[in-house]
T-cell receptor, first 115, second 107 residues
């Protein structure tokens, strides 16, 4: 099946700095990727839909200037958390639609801790 | 918008059967997914239903009734490694997740 690689797996950063998370489709092309955030003991909340070659679509309440998404190629989408604050500490997960079937494949997730 | 409800927690004994219910109200429906998620890890795909009825996959089965907005995931012959969170997700224009059901399997 399709494989999505996400890096880094975990990152600790200082308040006010920016962090970039990469999501790659390894054996298929993904014109659309999805970014989710998950707080402890809560479900995955869709933050934005990343579209190759065009602007991302953000869910209501998600600040587009804070969570910058770039989908410059058919295999790579990046999420940059700008001016990170402790409340941004969370588990961020990307996913892509598996072109072989109906499923969605998830990256391994990134645990972000802002101190 | 989407409204997806599932129980918060369930506990069962090793070797037993557990049924996790999921009810949903969505604007548009293009399939229902069940995912398993262990703590600190990404979700892994378990099953997909788009038509009414039961889909069986080894120890796991999933049922869907579109008219009732209802699905369940059935876990048979529970093993300790089945202790995890189980997420019900509904696809309309995008994939939306329920809050997850934490299943604890006891010896």
């Amino acid at each position: 099946g399709a494989v999505v690689s996400q890096h880094p797996s975990w990152v600790i950063c200082k308040s006010g700095t920016s962090v970039k998370i990469e999501c790659r489709s390894l054996d298929f092309q993904a014109t659309t990727m999805f970014w989710y955030r998950q707080f402890p003991k809560q479900s995955l909340m869709l933050m934005a839909t990343s579209n190759e070659g065009s602007k991302a679509t953000y869910e209501q309440g998600v600040e587009k200037d804070k969570f910058l998404i770039n989908h410059a190629s058919l295999t790579l989408s990046t999420l940059t958390v700008t001016s990170a604050h402790p409340e941004d500490s969370s588990f961020y997960i990307c996913s892509a639609r598996d072109p072989q079937d109906y499923g969605y494949t998830f990256g391994s997730g990134t645990r972000l801790t802002v101190v | 918008g989407q409204n997806i409800d599932q129980p918060t927690e369930m506990t069962a004994t090793e070797g037993a059967i557990v049924q996790i219910n999921c009810t949903y109200q969505t604007s548009g429906f293009n399939g229902l997914f069940w995912y398993q998620q262990h703590a600190g890890e990404a979700p892994t795909f378990l099953s997909y239903n788009v038509l009414d009825g039961l889909e069986e996959k080894g120890r796991f089965s999933s049922f869907l009734s579109r008219s009732k907005g209802y699905s369940y995931l059935l876990l048979k012959e529970l093993q300790m490694k089945d202790s995890a969170s189980y997420l019900c997700a509904v696809r309309s224009s995008e994939l939306s997740f329920g809050a997850g059901t934490t299943v604890t399997v006891r010896a």
